[in-house]
């Protein structure tokens, strides 16, 4: 019997009874073997009806237009994940294609009984997950294995205010903060999948490889949990003051390994709980990473249109509407932006940052954006240009979080009206003033010059 607790993380896609044959998990967003709860569900489910249990990962090759930057870390990560399921008997399988072509031949190859996936809310995932359910009658189910507390749980619908999100997980957190499963060994095990050249894979997939990989993080669990480590250790107490100035480098750098799910936010959670750290960088810390972070998944679940100017509160709409034709100071093209080629070299560091190693520093985000938007003929130019350089060069882009820090800065989304003036109309300006970053920034600039 599934417990209750594992059940509320499951929302059934397809409602049939289970068929005789393997359990599947289609492994997307939770890129793990460890700490992941559609695994487990897939695991719990396969052992109650005595059947073995394969993970299968559908490799597309042109993912909303991602690099060998983004390819390389997830693929080096998902060997790792391979390797990992093998030794607890389970099978891993890459079906190379998209997912509603590929997965339900699968399924009917191997005569599934169950399938599993994890839960994503971007609207490419959501319509894959569509087109497979149509070609396939088998049960599946859907599992969030991302957020710490269930999206569904918190909220079944959109909340308007970072408040009122706030208040509504943070008492969910005492039921769903606890014990994350043992590593997953099932009772049968999968025969005969075949090992995957992993390098031949990556040498094959026809994507752009000139936005080259970084390597101040390295790709995988392992890698990941020992960056918690390190964070939670030498960084956290001095969090968020450390992390708000480039020269010091005291930010997590855990966001690529949340992203691809490498890591399971859950357990970043309970470490940071569980540090020496003093309770204040704790609760600053975990601010951001249960209610900033699970409020972006909120805000995409319920607004398909998450990345367009739509997707702004009317408020912001109606005064940038009105500011359309406002004359700019500065006006640049996306490929200036691009190249960094901007009167302000603030800018042009962080943009530089972004291009060479696949971030930007979190004091200066806001501004590249907000900027971006100052300097575009329209707001819808400047939001689909944002995405656009975010989604290529950033190591952690193509993600709920990304999609939704842009829109608080551009569309002032969880904001409130500021006083209207030219272009912004009532979207908050970022005037940012050495003071105001309280660093060094020609010295930040030099670094970034060094890169
Ligand atoms: N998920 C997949 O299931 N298949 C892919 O081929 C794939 C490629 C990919 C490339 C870059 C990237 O940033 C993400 C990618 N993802 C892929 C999805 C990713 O794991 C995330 O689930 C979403 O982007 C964010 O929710």
Redo the contacts with the bound molecule.
């Keep these: 019997m599934i417990e209750p607790i594992l059940s509320m993380r499951v929302r059934k896609v397809l409602d049939r009874p289970f068929r005789d044959g393997p359990a599947i998990y ?6 793990r073997a460890s700490d992941n709860w559609a695994l487990e569900y897939a695991k719990q489910t396969a052992d109650e009806h005595g059947v073995p249990l394969c993970v299968v ?5 042109d ?2 237009g ?1 690099t060998i930057r ?2 390389g ?2 693929l080096r990560g998902l060997r790792e994940a391979e390797e990992r399921l093998r030794s607890g008997g389970m099978g891993f399988v890459l079906l190379e294609g998209l ?1 509603e072509v590929v997965l339900p031949s699968f399924l009917h190859r191997v005569g599934a009984g169950l399938l599993v996936t ?1 839960l ?3 609207r ?2 959501r319509e ?1 997950k569509r087109r497979v359910h149509i070609e396939s009658d088998l049960p599946f189910h859907e599992v969030d294995a ?1 957020n710490i507390v269930p999206t569904w749980i918190v909220a079944p619908r959109r909340i308007s205010s970072y408040a009122t999100f706030r208040a509504r997980i943070t008492p969910l957190l005492e039921r769903f903060l606890n014990d994350l499963p043992p590593p997953a060994v099932p009772e049968a095990r999968w025969e005969g999948s075949e090992a995957i050249d992993w390098q031949g894979v990556l040498d094959d997939l026809r994507i752009d490889r000139t936005v080259k990989e970084v390597h101040w993080a390295a790709p995988g669990e392992g890698a990941g949990r020992e960056a918690l480590g390190r964070f939670c250790q030498e960084r956290l107490s001095a969090y968020p003051a450390d992390s708000m100035n480039p020269l010091l480098g005291g930010q997590s750098d855990l966001s690529p390994y949340l ?3 490498q890591l399971s936010a859950q357990r970043v959670a309970l470490e940071v709980r569980a540090s020496a750290a003093p309770s204040e960088a704790k609760e600053h810390y975990l601010d951001q990473l249960v209610v900033k972070r699970e409020l972006s998944d909120n805000f995409c679940y319920h607004t398909p249109h998450y990345d367009t100017f739509r997707a702004f509160p009317k408020w912001a709409r109606d005064s940038m509407d009105k500011h359309r034709s406002d004359p700019r100071e500065h006006l640049y093209t996306a490929e200036e932006l691009e190249g960094a080629r901007t009167h302000d070299p603030l800018w042009n560091a962080a943009q530089t940052e972004l291009v060479k190693i696949g971030k930007i520093h979190g004091s200066l985000r806001a501004y590249w954006a907000e900027k971006i938007l100052e300097w575009s003929p329209s707001p819808e130019v400047a939001l689909s240009v944002a995405i656009h350089l975010n ?1 290529r060069y950033g ?6 979080s990304g999609y939704t820090g842009i829109a608080m800065v551009m569309g002032g989304l969880y904001g409130r009206p500021w006083q209207s003036k030219e272009v912004l109309g009532k979207v908050k300006a970022m005037t940012y003033t050495e003071e105001r970053l309280s660093y060094d920034t020609h010295a930040f600039q030099e670094k970034v010059s060094r890169l």
Excluded: N, V
């Design positions: 289609w492994m997307s967003r939770d890129q990962f559908c490799l597309t090759p993912y909303l991602a983004q390819y870390f997830m997912p994890d994503d809310p971007l490419i995932k894959w991302h992203h691809f799910g989604d190591l952690d882009a193509r993600d709920p």
